[in-house]
């Protein structure tokens, strides 16, 4: 019988192969002391095998740096400060002294009571601290205690899907994607070094499975879904054909993309749809544009601050924006303040112990107190607006105040960047994203202050609803076709298109062809996604008629249930295009 898990898709791409179970843990390490005459030299064993592991990270940061780029090499960064805190040396250096243990007992016994000390916190940020620290205790500690250097797997097997508790940066690095097809853990989350490192390889992954390595057998099958976060141990035969066939559709398109890519993005009744790309680092602007990207919906900046202690500066951010804009000189380029707090929180801010940190300290509410971190990032955007059309998006918020505020603190950097005599546009866009229902119950009193709308609704979701996003016992409560959803929506759409603002979408619902459907439908007429999903969605665009789309919403605007909502686009998309295939994708609940 088998066994379906869901997680969080952390990386995008859906395979089937053979479970691979990792065993990346800390080693067993005995009590043993010393004798004091031989203190000094278990001190001085300590230190090799620190500098030992400096090497070795530094060279796996080189390697990274060579195959995906500068950004993701930083993310070791973190690892390498952490073997020179005087918090991490000084504490095992003294339990040696006082107590006489080895350096392995006294390094496992420091490295313990920070791990307690962090943990008392679940914020993601951390946790990914935690990983951090974990992954040099298995480092230093196999060193230590002369075992064989476990982030070492030259020797994995082919086709296989690794399943483990979790990962660490330095062990995805060594991941070869000739041979790992996949990654499916218990713990992490899309945020995570690892995570982001596993995005650069183009290996799926799903996280945050909970029993996943306790519940999977070595070389048992398993199909894992990294863009809805499932995996599925010993799937039965309408499972597996589930995947044929949705495999199948993927490499039809996959083989298409090139042409697609090329082909306009217009219903079959002339109507256009402006499809561009979710980007998390700027290496993926290539991948972007080869997918048929006509710009970038939203450029997240958290890839500056992720797993750093200190502030980006303002030309390496500059350069980061530039890359993207120049990518795109036709087609405009969202850039998404930074989005911290919640699920993100750079080492360098001092994080407040909170018990609801999506509903906390987040986003504009960061910005706006700490003004030397988001100064620089402004002035860093609107250098960039110089090479494109750069727009400035300022993430949840709620108030026409917040609006006034960003547009004070931006008008001060135009104002030193033409003293300096540094060029930029003068005309460029400033506006928010739309995701709370306070933001979009007063869409009429922010449009006079916005330039754009841009609605993310994986957190208008998970707010209208009050259902975690992130918490997956509650998956099945988490729908974006709640008819209180579908509402908001309209509601947006409609003040938009009254001001004669653009609007556009770009979260997960983008690339979900319901989802589009409805979108459209609503006249939301730019949509952002993923990348790897603009080719079938825009083949999906070009197969529909707008006036089809319109009927349908009108439809589901007065539909009671969310299964109501779905029915009427089913209905309204009728025999034009096949909906089995993305049924199994988004769970969707086709009617008979």
């Known amino acids: 019988m088998s066994l379906v898990l869901d997680g969080a898709p952390a990386s995008e791409g859906i395979v089937a192969g053979k479970v691979f179970l990792l065993h990346w843990g800390v080693p067993v390490v005995p009590h043993k002391t010393v004798e004091p005459a031989e203190v000094d030299a278990e001190i001085e064993r300590f230190h090799e095998a620190r500098e030992w592991a400096k090497e070795r990270i530094r060279a796996v940061q080189g390697v990274t740096e060579e195959r995906l780029g500068q950004v993701e090499a930083r993310i070791f960064e973190p690892q390498l400060l952490m073997l020179d805190d005087p918090a991490v040396v000084d504490g095992a250096v003294r339990y040696i002294r006082e107590n006489h243990l080895t350096a392995q007992r006294a390094f496992e016994w420091r490295m313990l009571e ?91 992954a799903v996280v945050g499975l909970g029993t996943v390595s306790q519940r999977a057998r070595e070389g048992q099958e398993v199909i894992l879904d990294g863009r809805v976060g499932r995996v599925i141990l010993d799937p039965d035969d309408r499972e597996r054909a589930a995947y044929k066939r949705r495999r199948a559709r993927l490499k039809d398109w996959e083989g298409e993309i090139a042409v697609i890519a090329e082909q306009e993005s217009v219903t079959l009744d002339g109507q256009p749809v402006a499809l561009r790309a979710n980007l998390d680092l700027p290496v993926e602007v290539d991948q972007a544009r080869s997918h048929g990207a006509m710009g970038i919906g939203l450029l997240r900046t958290e890839f500056l601050v992720v797993g750093r202690n200190t502030m980006p500066g303002e030309e390496e951010q500059y350069e980061a924006y530039r890359k993207v804009a120049e990518a795109f000189p036709e087609g405009a380029v969202y850039i998404r303040t930074f989005d911290l707090g919640g699920d993100k929180f750079p080492m360098f801010l001092h994080m407040p112990r909170e018990e609801n940190p999506f509903l906390g300290w987040r986003a504009i509410r960061v910005c706006l107190d700490e003004p030397e971190l ?30 006034r505020q960003v547009r004070a603190l931006l008008e001060e950097e135009e104002e030193g960047l033409r003293r300096d005599g540094i060029p930029f546009n003068s005309g460029y866009k ?163």
């Open 114 to 204: 920070l791990q307690a000390m962090w943990s008392r916190t679940s914020q993601p940020m951390v946790l990914d601290r935690l990983n951090d620290l974990e992954d040099l205790m298995i480092r230093v500690l196999h060193r230590l205690l002369g075992h064989h250097d476990p982030s070492d797997l030259a020797r994995e097997p082919s086709g296989v899907i690794v399943v483990a508790r979790n990962l660490t940066p330095s062990l995805t690095v060594h991941l070869n994607p000739e041979h790992v097809l996949g990654v499916a853990t218990d713990q992490g989350t899309r945020t995570a070094h690892w995570a982001i490192l596993a995005r650069s390889l183009e290996i799926p």
């Open 374 to 403: 988001f100064r620089t990032q402004l002035r860093a955007i609107l250098r960039a607006t110089a090479h494109g059309d750069v727009r400035i998006m300022v993430p949840l918020v709620n108030d026409v105040d917040e609006v």
């Open 430 to 592: 400033l506006g928010v994203m739309i995701e709370t229902p306070a933001a979009a119950l007063d869409a009429a009193e922010l449009v006079r202050h916005c330039d754009f709308f841009s609605i993310g609704t994986n957190d208008l979701v998970q707010y209208t609803l009050a259902v975690d996003r992130t918490n997956t016992r509650l998956a099945k409560l988490y729908n974006p076709f709640h008819p209180a959803v579908v509402r908001l929506l309209h509601q947006v759409a409609r003040v938009s298109r009254a001001a004669g603002i653009e609007v556009s979408l770009c979260g997960e619902l983008a690339a979900n062809p319901l989802g589009t459907f409805l979108l459209l439908g609503l006249d939301i007429m730019a949509l952002s996604m993923a990348w790897p999903s603009l080719p079938e969605i825009k083949k999906f665009v070009r197969d529909i008629r707008i006036e089809d789309a319109r009927r349908a919403a009108r439809s589901a605007l007065a539909a009671p249930t969310s299964q109501d909502v779905v029915h009427c686009l089913v209905e309204g998309i009728g025999d034009s295009v096949d909906l089995t295939v993305f049924a199994g994708r988004w769970s969707l609940s086709l009617p008979q």
